[in-house]
T-cell receptor, first 114, second 114 residues
Framework: GENVEQHPSTLSVQEGDSAVIKCTYS??????FPWYKQELGKGPQLIID?????GEKKDQRIAVTLNKTAKHFSLHITETQPEDSAVYFC?????????????FGAGTRLFVKA | DTEVTQTPKHLVMGMTNKKSLKCEQH?????MYWYKQKAKKPPELMFV???????INESVPSRFSPECPNSSLLNLHLHALQPEDSALYLC?????????????FGEGSRLTVL
């Protein structure tokens, strides 16, 4: 079945450093790749997404890259701040009859030390 | 209004009880979802409703029974649950049930089965 692998599971950086999280997916039909941030006691919230016809997308300090051939995609956070500390999930979505499925990676717990 | 509202926030039930989780959105979204999230794990898809019809059931045990009374409401009826069903149940919605897009999550209902 569909599978999304995510690394690392835990990432600790100093404030101001960059953080990189990497994911791979198995379903060739996946065409939408969102990244969600989940803070304690809250539901996941979208921070950036990319579609399969685009190789890179940037939004201020956050960027995502996609390599469809290798089925890899990555999240880059620059100039990290303590409020970036949270769990980050990559995901891959594909259309199915009657709807679309979003499958999540295992998550990366990011700690930003002040 | 960009909120997905879930009630109750916390629920404790015995294995013989019948209870329901409720979810509401007023964004005009046409697809709604139930996800299950165990501690330190990613959300796992349970059900997808697209245009008020159940379109995806990820082989969920029949002790979980979803219902979509209208396009704004989604229920999850619980009966004869097991302790291993204790988890955070997340409801989400998306604008369309067709092309993949952003999922808007509620804060979840934390279920404990005794």
């Amino acid at each position: 079945g569909e599978n999304v692998e995510q690394h690392p599971s835990t990432l600790s950086v100093q404030e101001g450093d960059s953080a990189v999280i990497k994911c791979t997916y198995s379903d060739s039909a996946s065409n939408y790749f969102p990244w969600y941030k989940q803070e304690l006691g809250k539901g996941p919230q979208l921070i950036i997404d990319i579609r399969s016809n685009v190789g890179e997308k940037k939004d201020q300090r956050i960027a995502v890259t996609l390599n469809k051939t290798a089925k890899h995609f990555s999240l880059h956070i620059t100039e990290t701040q303590p409020e970036d500390s949270a769990v980050y999930f990559c995901a891959a979505s594909s259309s199915n009859t009657g709807g679309f499925k979003t499958i999540f990676g295992a998550g990366t717990r990011l700690f930003v030390k002040a | 209004d960009t909120e997905v509202t879930q009630t109750p926030k916390h629920l404790v039930m015995g294995m013989t009880n019948k209870k329901s989780l409720k979810c509401e959105q007023h964004m005009g979204h046409r697809a709604m979802y139930w996800y299950k999230q165990k501690a330190k794990k990613p959300p796992e898809l349970m059900f997808v409703y697209s245009y008020e019809k159940l379109s995806i059931n990820e082989s969920v045990p029949s002790r979980f029974s979803p219902e979509c009374p209208n396009s704004s409401l989604l229920n999850l009826h619980l009966h004869a649950l097991q302790p291993e069903d204790s988890a955070l149940y997340l409801c989400a919605s998306s604008q369309s049930g067709g092309a993949p897009g952003e999922l808007f999550f509620g804060e979840g209902s934390r279920l404990t089965v005794l």
